[in-house]
């Protein structure tokens, strides 16, 4: 069995965004942004609620926070691996108007715009898995969990890893 890389590496996590056209939130971001790249990590985990709201709003404004978040994380001179948290998943608030075929409703936004809501990725001889916690009860809310679906999922990839490589 091959042992872990030694390879030195560091990465960012930066969770809860929340990013908005209001409250300087593009500016404070954008600045992370420039800290972050001075910093030079390998790479950038997010941790979810990316945006600052998409649950109760109509789809006009998830639409522009989806945009907005997706133009201003372009500024990372690294890679980016994305976690869909609650606040990216569209329309499950009756208050948002959000009609329930629409092709991007509940966590399909995030899927069609970002990418994957679970997924894994190997770096220098570490697994990080990349989990969605987030469940829509169907009834105005969300509870935190992961489903049946998702740990499956989890078991395949685990069988699939040398039980050396360290996993995040």
Do not use: C
Not at 100 to 119: A, D, L, Q, T, V
């Amino acid at each position: 069995r091959n042992k872990p890389s030694a390879e030195a590496f560091s990465f960012v996590f930066m969770t809860d965004i929340h990013l908005t056209s209001e409250r300087n939130a593009v500016e404070g971001f954008t600045q992370a942004i420039r800290s972050v790249n001075s910093l030079k990590p390998d790479f950038v985990i997010t941790g979810g609620d990316l945006i600052m709201d998409a649950l109760g709003q109509r789809y006009s404004k998830a639409d522009s926070l989806y945009n907005l978040y997706l133009k201003t994380v372009r500024e990372f001179k690294m890679i980016v691996y994305n976690t869909m948290g609650n606040h990216e998943i569209y329309g499950i608030y009756s208050k948002s108007g959000a009609d329930h075929s629409n092709p991007e409703f509940g966590e399909k936004m995030f899927e069609k715009r970002i990418g994957e809501s679970y997924y894994s990725f190997e770096h220098k001889g570490w697994k990080f898995m990349i989990l969605n916690s987030v469940e829509d009860t169907g009834n105005d809310s969300y509870v935190g969990m992961i489903d049946d679906g998702q740990i499956e999922w989890i078991k395949s990839e685990l069988s699939k890893t040398d039980k050396m490589t360290p996993v995040v």
